[in-house]
């Protein structure tokens, strides 16, 4: 099934919502919930940053309907709706290999097919798209760029990511530098990259498991697969409250530490605390994706481009404090039909 939200709940009272832009077109976001049907904190992590996003785009830009659209393709063959302008697929359990045969994997196929072309638009309509876990490891591998196997073991935890060249001079990782800190948990990964078709997309491999791309592992971690299209294997989206939900669960706490060790264990919990490591990773790189992908269609839309968030709106989104959505009725009518 497919719903729309309407973000926020102060919008329809606020005095701007009769502002200059009240009479444009709904700019329109949707959540690709790859769940399939499982509950976990992801989803409310995508909310909360969707949410800050078009408070922003609402302070420079009052009045403009900013739409939320949510699908969750996997328990419910919903199609992805294609008239949003920007779309987040989000983690999920399972093998990026266990829905060949279902009508869900059919249409995300041809979602992507016309993503790349969708994105490459100059115009009002142009697209653009932002995939994560297991969103990525399908990207991927019907992109072709490279191949998506499984892992030995699990990789669980708060870990280090290690941006390529191209990653660092690419404006997604570029804020980093040679690391970054993110929150992974997967079985899978992608390995031996296919440069020739990479290079034929226009893309480019932004991040991966090891600097010297083996000692740690041979995870290929993101990707920028061409215009308006880029991916990551971790999870950008965690907050504070989403990995202390996940890593305070004696069973994780566990595998973690029988894993890692005690030591690596408490690091975890104390990088938690530090702005420059999760809290950064959170803070700049989907809102970054977001804020860039609205500023590319200012002008031929008219909008007003925003700036990126504030630090204080980092820590404080960061350490999930709760923002408000309404569900509104759906502009799109539903045809029939890990995260943390």
């Not at 994105?119 to 399908?138: H, I, M, N, P, W």
């Not at 191949?147 to 690419?170: A, C, L, Q, W």
């Not at 996940?246 to 005690?262: C, H, K, L, M, N």
Request: glycine content about 8%; proline content about 7%; some cysteine.
């Amino acid at each position: 099934m497919s719903r729309t939200l309407l973000e926020s709940a102060s919008s329809e009272s606020s005095p701007e919502s009769a502002g200059a832009f009240a009479n444009h077109r709904d700019l329109k976001v949707c959540l690709l919930d790859m769940n399939s049907g499982h509950q976990n904190q992801a989803m409310r992590c995508f909310r909360g940053i969707v949410t800050a996003f078009f408070d922003r785009v609402r302070h420079h830009n009052p009045g403009l309907p900013c739409r939320l659209v949510e699908v969750s393709p996997r328990d419910t063959n919903a199609p992805i709706p294609r008239d949003s302008d920007f779309y987040v697929g989000s983690g999920g359990p399972g093998s990026p290999y266990d829905g060949d045969d279902q009508p869900w994997f059919t249409d995300f196929n041809r979602f992507l097919s016309w993503m790349v072309t969708e994105a490459r638009r100059s115009d009002q309509d142009q697209k653009s798209l932002f995939g994560v876990c297991y969103t990525y490891e399908l990207m991927v591998r019907l992109l072709g760029v490279a191949e998506v196997t499984m892992r030995d073991s699990r990789k669980f935890g708060v870990m280090p990511i290690y941006t390529t060249s191209y990653g660092r001079n690419h404006p997604l990782l570029a804020p980093f530098r040679d690391r970054l800190f993110a929150f992974e948990h997967r079985h899978w990964e992608a390995v031996n990259l296919d440069k020739d078709r990479l290079l034929e997309l226009g893309g480019g491999l932004l991040a991966q498991e090891s600097r010297d791309g083996y000692s740690k592992g041979q995870g290929l971690l993101g990707f920028d697969l061409g215009p308006g299209i880029e991916a990551v294997q971790f999870h950008p989206e965690a907050d504070r409250a989403g990995v202390i939900s996940w890593v305070a669960r004696p069973e994780q706490a566990a595998a973690f530490r029988a894993t890692y060790g005690e030591d690596t264990y408490q690091a975890m919990l104390r990088t938690l605390d530090d702005p420059n490591r999760l809290a950064r990773t959170f803070a700049l790189v989907i809102p970054g994706f977001l804020q860039r992908r609205f500023n590319s269609l200012c002008e031929s839309r008219g909008y007003r481009p925003i700036p990126p968030p504030s630090a204080d709106d980092v820590m404080a989104a960061f350490a999930g404090e709760p923002a408000a959505c309404v569900v509104a009725p759906p502009s799109v009518a539903p045809s029939a039909s890990a995260s943390i």
